[in-house]
């Protein structure tokens, strides 16, 4: 990941700096495990440059940004360019205060606490990824208050209280507009640097699609990457919703189409289909028939 970072023209000061943090926390090799090894790269220069040096300042970040921005892509490769072992917290309705720190349970005949996620995190200097914070109610979250502030630490009423490991960092992730969501409060807010994640440029998309799909002809990733941009395009002048602007499913359907399934069949099992509305499906059908023919074959969008 570091020559990915060169590549991408990072400081060289900030590689110097990342190098020092991994030799000065070592990380227990029964957690060896938990350091992430990515599927995906994430590109943009600025926003890595901001992510390393607030996480090198020792500040929690949190990622903002409309879907397909990539928030949970940089969340993973943070902790594997920095050799962090991750705890992943997806936050719901239901979160409440033990789903994350962790509750009694019996083991041997006694009362003991099990760890959550969040102690185990802060226990081996692991970085947290708190996925969707904003879907949890405020109430839950506050627990996080003294975790996540100068404090750096979690008072686990009955049983002890812990500091938090140097090491430890906290990386949050939020949408706004789904259902289920709700605004985070000031106190929570103000414990993160925030990053307004950017929609992915056509020219990163491309990039994506190059280092995913090596044997892709190359009018193919422009015509897939001119696609999504497209139907980015209509989500944001509402005339579709945002459910079949998915890049996974973009990912996922050349994925079938390298297995031999027709084009426009893959397309609709990983975009049209994700939308339930019948009007909504035939826009999204008539921009795959601007740019995906219907007699095209494998051999057509794959050279080998």
């Known amino acids: 990941m570091l020559n990915f970072l060169k590549q991408e023209g990072i400081s060289e000061t900030l590689i110097k700096e990342i190098e020092d943090f991994r030799k000065k926390y070592e990380v227990n090799q029964l957690y060896d495990y938990r350091i992430p090894k990515p599927k995906y790269n994430y590109y943009g ?11 090198l300042c020792g500040e929690n970040l949190l990622l903002v940004g409309s879907k397909a921005t990539g928030k949970n892509v940089l969340a993973e490769n943070l902790a594997c360019v920095f ?27 006694q009362v003991v606490f099990r760890d959550g996620p969040i102690y185990e ?39 002890d209280k812990i500091k938090l490991n140097d090491a430890v960092r906290f990386i949050a992730t939020m949408n706004y507009g789904y259902a289920g969501t709700r605004e985070l409060n000031e106190a ?21 699609l190059t280092k995913e799909f090596p044997n892709l002809n190359e009018k193919y990733i422009e015509q897939f990457t001119e696609f999504f941009q497209e139907l980015k ?14 890049l996974r499913g973009l990912l996922s359907s050349i994925h079938l189409m390298e297995r031999g399934l027709e084009p ?35 051999g057509d969008i794959f050279t080998y």
Request: proline share 3%; hydrophobic share 40%.
């Open 188 to 208: 929570l807010t103000s414990r993160f640097m925030v990053i307004a994640m950017p929609n992915v440029t056509s020219e990163n998309l491309m990039k994506i």
């Open 45 to 55: 220069k600025e926003i890595w440059e901001q992510a390393i040096t607030a996480i």
């Open 121 to 159: 995190c802060a226990k081996y200097g692991g970085f947290g990824i708190l996925d969707e914070i904003n879907m949890a109610k405020n109430d839950s979250v506050a627990v996080l208050h003294a975790t996540l502030d100068y404090r750096r630490i979690i008072d686990v009423p009955g049983y």
């Open 233 to 246: 395009l209509k989500s944001d002048n509402s005339e579709i919703s945002t459910k079949s602007v998915d």
């Open 83 to 109: 050799g962090r072992p991750s705890w992943d917290i997806s936050f719901h309705i239901n979160t409440d205060s033990t789903s994350l720190i962790g509750t009694d349970t019996f083991e041997n005949g």
């Open 264 to 298: 426009v069949r893959a397309l609709q099992m990983g975009i049209v289909n994700k939308s339930f509305d019948e009007f909504e499906r035939k826009l999204v059908e008539d921009v795959i028939k601007l740019r995906i023919p219907d007699n095209i074959d494998r």
